[in-house]
């Protein structure tokens, strides 16, 4: 098995010559890794393997995109996954009303008047809390929770070192439990 140095030399290989022994030795170090991660991410054998083959027909056509600069080969590829995986979700997920359904079940799923106000009075909470973040914890939140960044993706999109993401967004949601502790009593 290649170590994590000989990546780049195996994926420069791919790009000049496209050597199969390169791609082969690739794919038998990422192949079992990638599955895993994606089974233990709730994707089930048959769609991790699918996702799998995907993310490794696109490293055989486009590996002259890798950066080593910008990224681990690891990274590029387990990233590559997650958007091929967030990408089928969408794609299965029905966004339609069957008319053939009733809109009993819609009708009873609303909430009533006093779930709305609690949940008016909830997100008043959360948005004061929010107000209380110094600046440099309230826009790795964002950042976070409201454009699905990973820590790894807010740590480059910042340039902020990948501790100094995880830590202050730690501390942020310890800020927000304890302002919404407070706001409750």
Same mark, same amino acid.
Request: proline fraction near 4%; charged fraction near 30%.
């Given at each position: 098995?290649?170590?994590?140095?000989?990546f780049?030399?195996?994926?420069?290989?791919?790009?000049?010559?496209?050597? @199969?022994?390169?791609?082969?030795?690739?794919?038998?170090?990422?192949?079992?890794?990638?599955?895993? #991660?994606?089974?233990?991410?709730?994707?089930?054998?048959?769609?991790?393997?699918?996702? $799998?083959? +995907?993310?490794?027909? $696109?490293? %055989?056509?486009?590996? #002259?995109?890798?950066?080593?600069? !910008?990224?681990?080969?690891? $990274? %590029?590829?387990? @990233? =590559?996954?997650?958007?091929?995986?967030? +990408?089928?979700?969408?794609?299965?997920?029905?966004d339609?009303?069957?008319?053939? *359904?009733?809109?009993?079940?819609?009708?009873? +799923?609303?909430?009533?008047?006093?779930?709305?106000?609690?949940?008016? !009075?909830?997100?008043?909470?959360?948005?004061?809390?929010?107000? *209380?973040?110094?600046?440099?914890?309230?826009?790795?939140?964002?950042?976070?929770?409201? +454009?699905?960044?990973?820590?790894?993706?807010?740590?480059? !999109? /910042?340039?902020?070192?990948?501790? /100094?993401? !995880?830590?202050? =967004?730690?501390?942020?949601?310890?800020?927000?439990r304890?302002?919404?502790?407070? @706001?409750?009593?």
């Amino acid at each position: 098995m290649p170590s994590p140095p000989d990546f780049n030399s195996l994926v420069a290989a791919l790009v000049e010559h496209r050597d @199969r022994a390169a791609f082969a030795q690739l794919f038998d170090y990422f192949v079992p890794r990638l599955q895993s #991660h994606l089974i233990r991410l709730g994707t089930d054998s048959a769609q991790a393997e699918e996702i $799998t083959q +995907d993310v490794m027909v $696109t490293l %055989w056509h486009k590996a #002259h995109l890798f950066d080593s600069q !910008k990224s681990a080969l690891g $990274t %590029w590829l387990f @990233r =590559i996954a997650r958007n091929r995986r967030i +990408d089928r979700l969408r794609r299965n997920r029905i966004d339609f009303v069957d008319p053939a *359904d009733g809109f009993d079940d819609i009708v009873a +799923d609303t909430p009533d008047a006093d779930e709305m106000i609690d949940l008016g !009075k909830q997100e008043d909470k959360i948005r004061l809390a929010l107000a *209380d973040l110094p600046e440099e914890q309230l826009v790795l939140v964002r950042l976070a929770f409201f +454009d699905g960044l990973s820590h790894s993706e807010i740590a480059e !999109k /910042t340039g902020l070192p990948l501790g /100094t993401v !995880k830590s202050r =967004i730690r501390l942020a949601f310890t800020r927000l439990r304890r302002g919404m502790e407070e @706001r409750a009593n």
